[in-house]
Structures are given as structure tokens and as C-alpha cells.
């Protein structure tokens, strides 16, 4: 459509009726173009983007039915009337079926003709928009495979955009669960580079002696067990993202090496003597207050301002209430899928029960409970009773109420230890319960490293 003119291709064997549609419709301001056969029309509509296709069913060297079919593989947008003298059931039913707006017959009142061509534009263009607002809706609602439409999330939405046309290192903060590496991967898919490497560095998940090497490489024969050259991270994201999760974890040895290649974006791999650069982006996360870590000497400064040039700090669930609707139908309807099962709603009671718990362990923790829901449901709608929720938050509650202490019980005596061991305990297990077993994931939730959340658990005798 050139300056709001529909464009129209008339196709038909009889010179007269291609004559007497470019006089029609060129009255009607229309811009015509004229095919006498199929080929002809198949070759146009190659080179050229139609409104609308006006063609007879029988050419004399195809059928109407073959140039629909090219034109739908084409520009399936592309609205399409097909006229005949030769009408019959069959063949109505076959050009509707091949995506045809409407069959005429011929001989046709140029009247009716004119009426349904200018129908058949306007359903075009409320198409059109109705695609635009859908696109539009669906990219608030979901952005990327991140789901949500409070404010708070339209911002991060709108930041993520403005952030990715740069290569600026970025820091995202926020609880465990809070969906931290779904905003990496959004920032990297939005960018120049989105082709290019995606690299994910658990930092709290690799041993403090392996990290370097994991890191930036290492040469054979450099250390016991070396055989051969290793790739580090840094190298295998170059010209992509590297996503440095929960970089509080490092150490200060390794955030000295680290130091060095955010800065120079170059690195020793262990045992070398020459540099690599590379040209990456670093997005960094985590669930610490790094300007506390700072302060407490355990993260260096001068690492913090280099990663913290922009801040994306993730929401907890409790502080996007409206989004919890969304959630738990994107994770029904996820689950539904795997599993095979026709659980299709959530009853707006469940959707209460959802809304007046605080979820500690945000996405992730809704997530579980949604998986769970599915499987033990036993209808095709989510119910309060089907709601694994139900069974959890009772236990959270009750958990709570159980752990109030009588300090005036102190003057009596009691065991400091015993106390503490049973609230430390209580705390493991329902980190391990909002996580559905997972230990890397319940340490997370805990805000400790999953060596010393290993440790705790041998510690108090929890399988």
C-alpha cells in the first residue's frame, strides 16, 4: 500500500473482463495492475507486495487455485477474491479452504463486486492493527521468556532495551529466584550480538581451585591433571555475553585475575605467558549486597565499579502481586505441555491463596509449586485443594506460629544450642522444600554458599 492506496492484481485470460476491472476499480481509486495468465501473476507477485488479488479460477494456463497458493506462500497477508463463470460448491470450498476472502460468480454486479473488495480491505487492515496490538501486548506481557506487566517489569523491560545496543558491563541484583538470568539472556538476545556466544559462569558453583582455570584457561602441563590445552569462559563468549552469576561468590585472589580482564578485556590462561582479548559484554549477578561486602572487605571496590556501571535490580514476587496471575498460567500451561495433561485453568480462589502468600523463594518457588500442582491434580482446573500451595503455606504458617519463644524461660535455663539447631534446621528443610530437593538452589535461597549449606546439612544429620 503506497500512500494509503491499495494496491490491486487482476488476473483473468479474457482481455476484456482485465479491461473492464482496471476502468472499475481505477474509479474507485484503487491502483490496478493486470495479469493475463499464471505465470504472469506468480511473476509479479514475486517482485512486487499486493493488497489484493483479484483472480479468476480458470486461466488458461493454471488454475486460480495454483497462483493462491504461490501468492499465500508469498505474502500470506495478502487478501484474495476469486471470480468465475464457472462457480461451483467445490470449488468455493477449495479457494476459501487455500485462504481465499470470498468466491464471486460470474457475471457479477459491479456494485456487489466493489462492496466486497472494499470489505475484504478493511478486514485487512483491522487484521493489521488487531496483529500490531497483539505484538505489542504479547512484548509487555512477555519479554523474551520473561513474564510480567507491573510497572516494575515494564521498566526493566524498557531498560534492558536501552542497555543491550551498548556493550556497558551490568549488574543485576535481587533475590534468589527473582529470574536474575533470564534479564542476562534478554540483554544478550537484544543485542548486536545475539547471534554470538551466550556464556553462564556459576561462580558460586565452582570450586575456588578450579576457577581460574574455568575462567580464563590454562595450558598442558600447567598444573597435575592438565593433559591438554583448555578454553576458558572468557575466550569461548568472545564477540557474545558473559554472565558472571552470583559474582559475590568469588573470592579475593580471583577477583584480583578477574580485575584484570574486566578492565583490559584480555587474560593469561593458567601456565602461559602471552595474552588473549577478547570483545565481550559482562553482565554480572547476584543475591548479596555487594556494597556491603565492600565495606565488610570481602568484594574489592574497585571491581564493583567496574561491573556496577548500570544496575538492574530484580523485584521480589511479594513486591509484583499483579504479575502472580500471569506466572501461574505461563507455568500451567508450560507443565501442561510436558506432562500430557489437559490442566488448563486456575480457579480464582486458588488465584487468592497465590496472592496472599509472600513466596520467599519469588519465581523460582512458584515455579515448583506449579509443577507440582499439575501433577497431582486431578481435575483440568487448578483448585485450592489440587493446589500444592495449600498443603506448604499451612506448613509455613504453622512453622511459624511454633517457633515463639518464652524468654522468660532463660531465668529457668535452657540450651542456646538446642534452640538455635532446631530454627537452623527448620530453615534447611524449608529451603530444600521451596526448591523441590534442589541443594544449589536451597543455598540460594538461604544466602550461602553451597559448600556451607553441604556442610550444615551432614552437620544436623538432613538427608
Known sequence: ??????????????????????????????????????????????????????????LGDMTGIDVLKALKDQNPNTVVIMISAYATTEAAVEAMNEGAYDFVPKPFDNEELKQTIKNALALKTIEHEKQILDDELKRTLQFGKIVGNSPSMKNIYNLVRQVSKTKTNILITGESGTGKELIAKAIHEESEQSEEPFVVVNCGGIPETLMESELFGHKKGSFTGATQDKRGLFEVADQGTIFLDEIGELT????????????????????????????????????????????????????????????????????????????????????????????????????DLLNKYDFPGNIRELENLMERSVALSSTNIILPDSLALSLHKRRWIEGIQNRRFDLDEVSKGVSLDVILEEIEKAYLEKALECTNGKKQEAAELLDISFRTFRYRLNKLGID
Open 252 to 351: 579475593l585472589p580471583i577477583q584480583v585475575k578477574l580485575l584484570r580482564a574486566v578492565q583490559e578485556k584480555a587474560f593469561k590462561p593458567v601456565g602461559s605467558n602471552e595474552d588473549i582479548s577478547v570483545d565481550i559484554r559482562i553482565v554480572s549477578a547476584t543475591n548479596k549486597k555487594l556494597e556491603d561486602e565492600v565495606i565488610a572487605g570481602n568484594f574489592r571496590e574497585d571491581l564493583f565499579y567496574r561491573l556496577n556501571v548500570i544496575e538492574i535490580r530484580m523485584p521480589p514476587l511479594r513486591e509484583r502481586k499483579s504479575d502472580i496471575r500471569l506466572l501461574a498460567q505461563h507455568f500451567l500451561d508450560k507443565y501442561s505441555r510436558e506432562m500430557d495433561r489437559e490442566v488448563t485453568k486456575i480457579s480464582s480462589y486458588a488465584i
Open 1 to 58: 500500500m503506497v500512500n494509503n492506496i491499495p494496491h490491486i492484481l487482476v488476473v483473468d485470460d479474457e482481455l476484456s473482463m482485465r479491461e473492464l476491472l482496471e476502468v472499475l476499480l481505477g474509479k474507485e481509486g484503487y491502483r490496478v495492475s493486470c495479469a493475463e495468465n499464471g505465470r504472469k501473476a506468480i511473476s509479479m507477485i514475486k517482485k512486487n507486495k499486493f493488497d489484493l488479488l483479484l483472480c479468476d479460477i480458470r
